[in-house]
């Protein structure tokens, strides 16, 4: 078990990475815009839009250009799987994607193109439209998302008093030299479907009112971001966190995992929830508690590391109270 003085190198060495400074720009442009005060909040994984008999999602995701050029068949396929994975943490089902991609001519955009349109396939989720330019010397790509959901998981309603569940499939290696952690482009699409269906059951049996999507600041840049939009401080105990065989601990809690959830719930629901990962085969487990207050923090059952006081230093300065309508 670490000892104080490397739970607080890890602590630093997160506060640092650079999959959670990119958060902080959310919060710039989303200032820039003018976006707090409106009626639909900003912050989740997709914006939720009532529609009178639920929720229309709506969400876009763009990578970055060294992500494109080095892998751009993978960075095609997770337009397509990202984009599905934040529809499924707001309890919701995806409907179509649009594109927008930039390329040096079409051998450029072959293999990102490839890339979506296997993932398009493999998740059942259409492609409907979008933008090409592919008379640019720059590949990029941004793809956009709409799905639907009956009951939603925010990332506004983690409570103090609830337990801290990590769900993430482990069935997977690392896509080098990214924190890419992939478990899905030689999974069976039947399966990866049906893994999808787990958060909005969730959501519909009221087992959850909150879960995020653990996106590029990891296990830990999550937490702060879910977190602060709920107004809570998180304790993660290192000692709970399940590892994949081989991997570092201060790796995975900064790794993008191709299927991987926080999810904040009671202790009293927490094992019905876990029963519904385990039931396919998917890692979950309580990997720590919500607090009172603005601190996100690392355990290990003796001592305490703050990673980060978003009362002290905001991350995305989209809370609650900002967004209130």
């Not at 104080?4 to 997160?14: I, M, N």
């Not at 009112?209 to 296990?219: E, F, H, R």
Request: charge should be negative.
């Amino acid at each position: 078990m670490a000892n104080r003085t490397d739970l607080e190198a890890l602590a630093a060495k997160l506060a640092a990475s650079s999959g959670i400074a990119a958060k902080a720009d959310i919060g710039t442009v989303a200032a820039s815009l003018g976006l707090a005060g409106q009626p639909v909040v900003v912050g989740d994984d997709c914006a939720a839009l009532p529609d009178g008999n639920g929720y229309m999602l709506f969400a876009i995701e763009g990578f970055i250009n060294e992500f494109v050029a080095a892998d751009p068949w993978f960075a095609g396929w997770c337009g397509v799987m990202v984009n599905i994975s934040d529809v499924a943490a707001m309890g919701g089902r995806p409907i179509a994607v649009v594109d927008a991609v930039w390329a040096n001519g079409e051998t450029g955009a072959a293999p990102v193109l490839e890339g979506m349109r296997a993932a398009a396939r493999t998740f059942g989720v259409p492609i409907v439209g979008g933008h090409t330019n592919i008379r640019t010397d720059r590949g990029q790509l941004s793809v956009a998302i709409l799905g639907r959901a009956r009951k939603l998981l925010t990332s506004f309603d983690a409570k103090a008093g609830d337990v801290l569940i990590a769900a993430i499939d482990h069935r997977g290696r690392y896509r080098e030299p990214f924190n890419n952690w992939e478990a899905a482009t030689d999974a069976p699409p039947a399966r990866l479907r049906g893994d999808l269906e787990i958060l909005p059951d969730i959501a519909e049996a009221g087992l959850a009112l909150a879960a995020k999507d653990i996106s590029q600041g990891g296990i830990a840049g999550t937490a702060i971001m879910l977190a602060e939009c709920s107004d809570v401080g998180i304790d993660i105990d290192i000692s709970a966190v399940p590892l994949p065989d081989g991997v570092a601990l201060d790796r995975w809690l900064a790794t993008f995992p191709s299927f991987g959830y926080l999810i904040s719930t009671t202790p009293e629901k927490a094992d019905e929830v876990i029963l519904r990962f385990a039931a396919r085969n998917i890692s979950a487990t309580v990997i720590g508690s919500v607090t009172a207050g603005s601190e996100v923090a690392l355990t290990d059952g003796t001592e305490r590391a703050v990673i980060r006081d978003y009362a002290e230093q905001p991350l995305l300065q989209l809370g609650r109270q900002e967004n209130a309508a």
